[in-house]
């Protein structure tokens, strides 16, 4: 069971499957495991996981099918088990009875995880911009996710724990569309990587699939761009925070039910968020998505404190921020907002290019759009 959208041939779609599964199984019992000081089983396990589903990526004219594939990983890793020490064999049962169970219900329901998470994704993105902002409807139906596998090693530019590269490709059509691209590494399919696609998604779907203007081709902003790099992943972790916790206009994250993996994302989501911001010598970029996002975060302190914007700071800030996103300003020009609220709040002397207009948007008096060319032509 292949998505449409997908580049991934039966073969390869068994190991993710394998790996998303196994993984699954493993993760809500790693601490137990470790806690009876069994970090030795938790490496075996992992191990075994691994090989068994690398076997199935060295074999791409398999006869069997994906029931069969799964159904024989559990008896294989229930063998793995069995070779343990009964201490070990006690910790490890209740991870294949798990996976067991996981198995059942994949082949009772069958599903394409990574097409369920993008859907997660973009259905959270689309939420939240219909509740704050005006997009066509017509730009989330016809975005569409495309997968596509590499046999080596690859990782996120910024980040090469998390083995996975995720961009967004605008269509050249009348009407916005796009394709949101995410090319998997079997191979490396672990627990970081698993635990950090909710939120490297939503990277995608809210900071550049719905990116204004849309009534001309669209141009992809510059990798060192603050406003949809730094600030728009500022607000993809907002909304990923809300999401997760299940509070604000979306109640949906396609994210595993298991309170485990809760933690494991949120983690994950830290130190993706933490990573894209870390200064380093040979990424010069880091700073400039270091700078928006620092500066969509003053932003959203401040609402907090002017007692026009303190009952609603959130709401302000998703409003202005997804507005200017969506809206026909181009990249050039989103930019020059973030830099001049980053001067106006690095400036005492210049708080009023921003706190001035500000009064008068949250009073109603001015248009958000207004708003905006204020502090752009400052
Ligand atoms: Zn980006």
């Not at 779609?13 to 019992?29: E, V, W």
């Not at 070990?88 to 209740?94: D, K, L, M, N």
């Not at 298991?258 to 993706?272: C, G, M, P, S, V």
């Not at 207004?370 to 752009?376: A, L, S």
Request: hydrophobic share 45%.
């Amino acid at each position: 069971m292949t998505s449409p959208a997908s580049d991934i041939p039966p073969h390869v779609h068994y190991a993710i499957i394998g790996r998303f599964l196994g993984f699954q199984a493993l993760a809500p019992h790693l601490p137990t495991i470790a806690l009876n000081g069994s970090r030795d089983t938790v490496a075996r396990l992992t191990q075994r996981l691994c090989w068994l589903t690398n076997e199935i990526l060295d074999d791409p004219d398999t006869t069997r099918t994906l029931g069969e594939f799964l159904r024989s990983l559990v008896s294989r890793l229930d063998d793995e088990v069995h070779g343990l020490n009964d201490e070990a064999q006690s910790v490890a049962q209740p991870v294949i009875e798990e996976l067991i169970r996981l198995v059942a219900e994949f082949e009772a329901a069958p599903y394409d995880p990574l097409k369920k998470l993008t859907d997660a994704a973009a259905k959270a993105a689309a939420e939240y911009y219909k509740t704050f902002a005006a997009v066509p409807d017509e730009l989330w139906q016809s975005t569409l996710p495309r997968f596509s596998w590499v046999n080596g090693l690859i990782g996120l530019s910024f980040v090469s724990a998390i083995h996975v590269q995720l961009w967004t490709e605008f269509g050249n059509y009348d009407y916005p569309t796009a394709r949101v691209m995410v090319k998997i590494a079997p191979r490396e399919l672990d627990l970081d990587t698993i635990a950090a696609l909710p939120r490297s998604l939503l990277h995608e779907y809210v900071a550049h699939v719905p990116q204004g203007p849309h009534s001309e081709r669209r141009l992809h902003p510059d990798t060192n761009d603050i406003f949809a790099e730094g600030w728009m992943d500022y607000i993809a972790h907002l909304i990923f925070k809300e999401a997760i916790k299940r509070q604000g206009p979306s109640l949906e994250i396609g994210v595993s039910p298991h309170l485990t993996w809760i933690d494991l994302h949120e983690q994950a989501a830290e130190r993706f968020f933490n990573a894209r911001r870390a200064f380093s010598d040979s990424d010069r970029t880091a700073a400039a998505r270091y700078l928006g996002a620092a500066t969509a975060r003053q932003l959203h302190v401040l609402l907090g404190r002017l007692t026009a914007t303190a009952g609603n700071p959130d709401e302000c800030l998703y409003r202005l921020s997804l507005d200017l996103n969506v809206s026909r300003l181009g990249n050039a020009a989103r930019e020059r907002f973030a830099a001049n609220v980053h001067l106006s709040m690095k400036r005492a002397s210049r708080s009023d290019v921003v706190i001035a207009p500000l009064r008068e948007w949250a009073a109603g008096n001015i248009s958000s759009e207004k708003f905006f060319e204020r502090v752009i032509s400052y």
